[in-house]
């Protein structure tokens, strides 16, 4: 099993419709979960953090996190063409002192408008 | 403006040389970073240090060799001892937890791709 699991995608979404990612990870003490945006060619660039249960929102994009389920989500709201490019799930544990970020495979979005 | 500098953008190497990428900071970050980048599979941890002086083997670092003789600065060199070299190299630097808030942000260069002739 990988330690940080997304769909790769493509995943296809009108314009101004809501944008659903999912990351799964195996790493039940997991601490900390970023979500970060990457556009061909370019570095990622970090999106969202989220460390606790629940939602966490910051204008159109929420993360939310289940630890039971293991789970952590970002929502894109009212979808732009902008918001076509593929995003990556990271997850900081507890191995290499907490230092080491673990990071999915990414899934690739398109907004079509 | 505060940022990660990586150089060259774009290389090339001949099978059987060693290079070596650049990765400068001014951001007074102390912990450093480098990670490779493969289509389909994400981000792989080469190597990262916490402090001057003082580095740990990531996931991959077979083929590769570091240091960090400055705060600012960890650049990577890409030995022949690598087999498949050819990759998008990010470099990323974050506060360690003894630092201000924050800490748990990486921040990214913007990347420097390696193509073996």
């Known amino acids: 099993q990988k330690e940080v699991e997304q769909n790769s995608g493509p995943l296809s979404v009108p314009e101004g419709a809501i944008a659903s990612l999912n990351c799964t990870y195996s790493?039940?003490?997991?601490?900390?979960f970023f979500w970060y945006r990457q556009y061909s060619g370019k570095s990622p660039e970090l999106i969202m953090s989220?460390?606790?249960?629940g939602d966490k929102e910051d204008g159109r994009f929420t993360a939310q996190l289940n630890k039971a389920s293991q789970y952590v989500s970002l929502l894109i709201r009212d979808s732009q063409p902008s918001d076509s490019a593929t995003y990556l799930c990271a997850v900081r544990g507890p191995n290499f002192g907490n230092e080491k970020l673990t990071f999915g495979t990414g899934t690739r979005l398109t907004i079509i408008p | 403006d505060g940022g990660i500098t990586q150089s060259p953008k774009y290389l090339f190497r001949k099978e059987g040389q060693n290079v070596t990428l650049s990765c400068e900071q001014n951001l007074n970050h102390d912990a450093m970073y480098w990670y490779r980048q493969d289509p389909g599979q994400g981000l792989r941890l080469i190597y990262y240090s916490q402090i001057v002086n003082d580095f740990q083997k990531g996931d991959i670092a077979e083929g590769y060799s570091v240091s960090r003789e400055k705060k600012e600065s960890f650049p990577l060199t890409v030995t022949s001892a690598q087999k498949n070299p050819t990759a998008f190299y990010l470099c990323?630097?974050?506060?360690?937890?003894?630092?201000?808030?924050?800490?748990?942000?990486?921040?990214f260069g913007a990347g420097s791709r390696l193509t073996v002739l």
């Open positions: 790493d039940r003490v997991s601490q900390s």
């Open positions: 990323a630097s974050r506060r360690s937890p003894s630092q201000r808030s924050g800490a748990n942000v990486l921040t």
């Open positions: 989220i460390y606790s249960n």
